[in-house]
């Protein structure tokens, strides 16, 4: 049974940082990409960032120098970090494997809201 479990999630000022985790079971996780998903108030969906088994990272243009994805496959977790996070980043965000084609395994999804 695959699970994944997202942590890290609460509420930070413009401008602060926050740093998601994902711990993972019942896969291989060295051999699988991994992904974060966010779905904001009212929107679809959408991939935020995502890392492959070698570790090719690839980022969503609105976060790209601002969020950082990154795994350690000894503790089966990929984690990412989010700095000079907005108001626009407010969502849930979702652990996710694969990410391509599509995500077939979705985590219970983290709170992250943004606001003074």
């Known amino acids: 049974q695959v699970q994944l479990v997202e942590s890290g999630g609460g509420l930070v000022q413009p401008g602060g940082s926050l740093r998601l985790s994902c711990a993972a079971s019942g896969i291989i996780f060295s051999a699988n990409g991994m992904g974060w998903y966010r779905q904001g108030p009212g929107k679809q969906p959408e991939l935020v960032a995502d890392?492959?088994?070698?570790?090719?990272?690839n980022y969503q243009n609105s976060v790209k120098g601002r969020f950082t994805i990154s795994r350690d496959n000894a503790k089966k977790t990929v984690y990412l970090q989010m700095d000079s996070l907005k108001p626009e980043d407010t969502a849930v965000y979702y652990c996710v494997t694969p990410v391509r084609p599509r995500p077939r395994y979705w985590g219970q999804g983290t709170q992250v809201t943004v606001s003074s």
């Open positions: 890392i492959s088994s070698t570790g090719v990272t």
